[in-house]
């Protein structure tokens, strides 16, 4: 319900409040901090996923045995996937981007050839499903927050109604958190209710649940911590300390969008950060920052590559790394959004997709952890453009105290050695005869009359003495 209102004028509010420069720095440090941190992520899982091996010796899990449908996502092509997302980085209806977004889907057509043998094809075709096409709408905001920027004046009312439709979202918000306790029972609840056998799920995925888990505690509570520390020097847990109910709202609703309201008041009113920051940091993280899912992903894929027995070469190795950088910006920010971009990832390295129930069968359990990381990750990068936006607003300040105190001694010293402060009619005069030297244009006038302007600077008081020289140099007087 709040959730929309909320991306869409905190990020309008956001631009708006930011110069031109500062957006165009503090997102080029954005990009490369979300970047950089889903690089790091995709190879940790990597890494444990050859450590601890959790496909090793699980060929025998099948989805029946398990009390599993089998049903898995359609298979799509990757570059229809990356192309979905240029797409939907440009709806073509505004009002139906709130609540619908594009998708490739594929029909399969029957053709005879001559020789009588009957082919399918596969036909992509373009349609909308259900779901809220975010990419669209952070695009749009801030292009909306940077132009009602250059209208200065004329764009200032309609900033203000954003600000105030944000603020009045946040007490919104302040009143939903009371429920949050409540809430979270009942979620985790009915999915536990919800399994058959959970036991017999449990201890047949236990290795590659516990290697999902393994990977989301390493990265986020030793990486991240230590990114955030090299950049602020300040202690990064003293700052998770006071997230502790967005993090309980990740873990329980599995949706990055659903914490973001928590997240932005809890990261404004317990850590300070600049609401022009956060406003503007925040929805763009929920949307294309998706460590955890990136750890998720890889660890899924080299899972089923082991499930398979296969071994991964060099080539494929690096192409997960790649694609689970590049799909989890694509990733929706609600439950199980992971799952469908893991077929992206085993089209791209050549493995089949009829495992991926096995993926769905623990994603409830694995999705919560993956939340928790994501909404880390867009916490901490708040955080940390907050602390460089300081220090770079005190530097300014430093240097124009130093050139105030710079100026101000400059001018005591003018006003006590600078022979204008006091001139008489005779300086005046003098003044006068000089540019008319001047206007002569000869080079004797000239160089006279750069000599007593000077000599008139320097010797105070002798004015006899400069007229005498402009006398033998111009002739006058």
């Known amino acids: 319900m709040v959730i929309l209102p909320l991306v869409v004028c905190s990020l309008v509010s956001g631009a708006a409040s930011l110069d031109a420069r500062s957006l165009g720095r503090l997102g080029g440090i954005a990009i490369a901090y979300f970047l950089g941190t889903t690089l790091l992520a995709s190879g940790l899982a990597v890494a444990l996923g050859f450590i601890i091996r959790p496909g090793a010796g699980a060929s025998a899990l099948n989805a029946p045995g398990l009390g599993l449908s089998g049903d898995v996502p359609t298979n799509k092509e990757t570059v229809d996937s990356f192309l979905d997302l240029v797409r939907n980085l440009f709806p073509a209806n505004l009002v139906a981007a709130a609540f619908r977004t594009y998708a490739t889907e594929y029909k399969v057509l029957l053709r005879n050839t001559t020789s009588g043998n009957v082919t399918t094809e596969k036909i992509p075709v373009g349609t909308e499903i259900e779901g809220m096409n975010i990419l669209g709408l952070v695009l749009f905001a801030l292009v909306l927050g940077v132009a009602l920027k250059k209208l200065g004046e004329e764009g200032e009312d309609l900033i203000r109604f954003f600000n105030s439709f944000n603020e009045a979202t946040m007490v919104l918000v302040s009143w939903i958190m009371w429920y949050v306790p409540i809430g979270i029972t009942f979620l985790v609840g009915s999915k536990i209710v919800e399994m058959e056998d959970i036991m017999l799920l449990v201890t047949s995925l236990g290795k590659y649940i516990f290697a999902s888990i393994l990977g989301h505690c390493i990265h986020g509570g030793i990486i991240l911590p230590l990114i955030y520390f090299a950049s602020t020097r300040q202690n990064p847990y003293r700052f998770l300390l006071g997230l502790i109910t967005p993090f309980a709202t990740a873990f329980a609703t599995s949706s990055s969008s659903a914490t973001l309201p928590s997240m932005i008041k809890c990261v404004e009113e317990n850590n300070g950060v600049d609401k022009r920051i956060s406003r503007f940091i925040l929805p763009i993280g929920a949307t294309v920052n998706m460590d955890g899912a990136a750890i998720f992903q890889c660890m899924a894929a080299v899972f089923i590559a082991q499930l398979n027995n296969v071994d991964l070469n060099p080539g494929q190795i690096f192409t997960i790394l790649v694609t689970a950088t590049a799909s989890s910006v694509g990733a929706a920010g609600v439950p199980a959004g992971g799952v469908l971009t893991i077929a992206i990832i085993l089209e791209a390295i050549g493995l089949p997709t009829n495992d991926l129930s096995l993926i769905l069968a623990v994603d409830w359990i694995v999705d919560r952890t993956t939340t928790v990381v994501n909404v880390e990750g867009d916490a901490l990068g708040a955080g940390i453009l907050n602390y460089l936006n300081e220090k770079e607003k005190k530097e300014k300040e430093q240097d124009l105290k130093e050139v105030t105190v710079e100026a101000v001694a400059n001018s005591k010293a003018e006003g006590e050695t600078s022979p204008l402060r006091k001139l008489s009619w005779k300086d005046l005069l003098l003044l006068m005869i000089m540019f008319m030297a001047l206007g002569r244009g000869s080079s004797n006038s000239i ?31």
């Open 447 to 477: 160089a006279a009359a750069a000599f007593i302007c000077k000599a008139s600077f320097l010797v105070k008081g002798h004015y006899e003495f400069c007229k005498k020289m402009l006398r033998m140099r111009c002739g006058y007087l």
